[in-house]
Each structure stands twice: as C-alpha cells, then as structure tokens.
C-alpha cells in the first residue's frame, strides 16, 4: 500500500506570498491531520480533516487554513507568508478505529521564506 | 493542552552503550505514543502506551508507562548507529468533535558514536 504523498517537497517562497501545499492520505485513510516543524518549536499540531470537515485546529493564526475533498486528498494554504512560517509541514493520515491512533506521517514539504 | 517536557534535548552516546529518553507530564495523560524521526525523515510510529504501569518491548527497545500515567520513558538497550535519529513522545486526546489530537515534547535526539 502506497503511504503518504505530499508535494511540493520543497518550496521557496517570499514574505507577503501565499503558499498551497498538498497532501494524499494511505487509502482508505479519511482523517488528515497538519503538523508543523520547527527547531525551536518542535512539532505542533495545525489541523485535522475527516471527511471534508475541520474537526480541530490548534493555535495558529487564520493565516493557516486547510481544506479535505472527497478522496481525503488535503490541502493547506498559508496566506500573507512571514519568516517565521519556514519549517517543514507534515501530513499524517490515520485510519479510523485503528486503536493504536497511529498516525502515518508523509515525508513532509520543506517550505523557506525569504 | 496535554504538556509533554522531554529529556534530554540530545544524548551522544557509545555504540554499544544504553539510551532513555524520558517524557514528563503535570496532568494525568490518556495515552502516550512514541515516534522516531531519522536525520531528513519523518516520524514514524513506535508504539502505543494506554495502561497505567504498561511496560511494552520491541526487539531492543523498552517503553514504559508510569503508574500515575503522568510519565513514560524509552530504553534501548545496547545502541546500534541505526539507532540514530530523534525519539518524540505524544500525548494523545480526543477533541469534543472525534477529533485525535497528538501534542509532542520536543524530542531527545540521539547520536551513536561507532
């Protein structure tokens, strides 16, 4: 079974521009979930989507904004970019009723704001 | 939010030689799940820790799930230089709409010296 997908696996973008990155769940895989990844913060939760509906978001500004279609394919986009948003942006998708609650990470988009 | 503190930040250590990592909460966690990143990877699911005492083992590793299930600890015993990468802990929660949410201590990275 293919595992997460995500693209592009870099981007550079500059301060000011938005940015859409890309994430394909494990099939059969209907909750996503957004991370990001920092030196200084570590991995923080951004959002979750199952079944094109946001069920958590974690705090971060409206800048951060994702959405889930009917394939379980997620997007997430960030708007008005600053540096601090550099980081690499994870993708897990999970299969609901696993009772391990595994996430299944993507290997992430590296995106750098200049 | 469930807090997770992790130590240490980094731990260098002979080939050969043992390795704990250690995560700490204030609150009673439901659940604890590890994961370990490799140098340009992404998280990848270790395990899963539920029950208060819970001692689990993989091969050379040990998870622990402490009595008052407000800490958890990883063992691996006698390192290998793929044991290399960066080891988080997670609590786990569910949000009021289904929603899974993982919150990670910032992880121990782990050095093998051959």
């Known amino acids: 079974k293919a595992g997460v997908t995500q693209t592009p696996r870099y981007l550079i973008k500059t301060r000011g521009q938005q940015v859409t990155l890309s994430c394909s769940p494990i099939s059969g895989h209907r909750s996503v979930s957004w991370y990001q990844q920092t030196p200084g913060q570590g991995l923080q939760f951004l959002f979750e989507?199952?079944?094109?509906?946001?069920?958590n978001k974690g705090n971060f500004p409206g800048r951060f904004s994702g959405r889930q279609f009917s394939n379980s394919r997620s997007e997430m986009n960030v708007s008005t970019l600053e540096l601090g948003d550099s980081a690499l942006y994870l993708c897990?998708?999970?299969?609901?009723?696993?009772?391990?609650?595994?996430?299944?990470f993507g290997p992430g988009t590296r995106l750098t704001v200049t | 939010g469930q807090q997770v503190m992790q130590i240490p930040q980094y731990q260098h250590v002979q080939e050969g030689e043992d390795f704990t990592t250690y995560c700490n909460s204030s609150t009673t966690l439901s659940n604890i799940q590890w994961y370990k990143q490799r140098p340009g990877g992404h998280p990848v699911f270790l395990i899963q820790?539920?029950?208060?005492?819970e001692v689990k083992k993989q091969k050379r590793l040990t998870f622990q799930f402490g009595e008052a299930k407000k800490n958890s600890s990883l063992h691996i015993t006698a390192t290998q230089t793929t044991d290399v990468g960066t080891y988080f802990c997670?609590?786990?929660?569910?949000?009021?709409?289904?929603?899974?949410?993982?919150?990670f201590g910032k992880g121990t990275k782990l050095s093998v010296i051959p």
């Open positions: 989507y199952f079944s094109e509906t946001q069920r």
């Open positions: 820790l539920v029950k208060s005492g």
């Open positions: 997670a609590s786990g929660r569910f949000s009021g709409a289904g929603s899974y949410q993982l919150t």
């Open positions: 897990a998708s999970s299969l609901v009723g696993d009772p391990s609650y595994e996430q299944y």
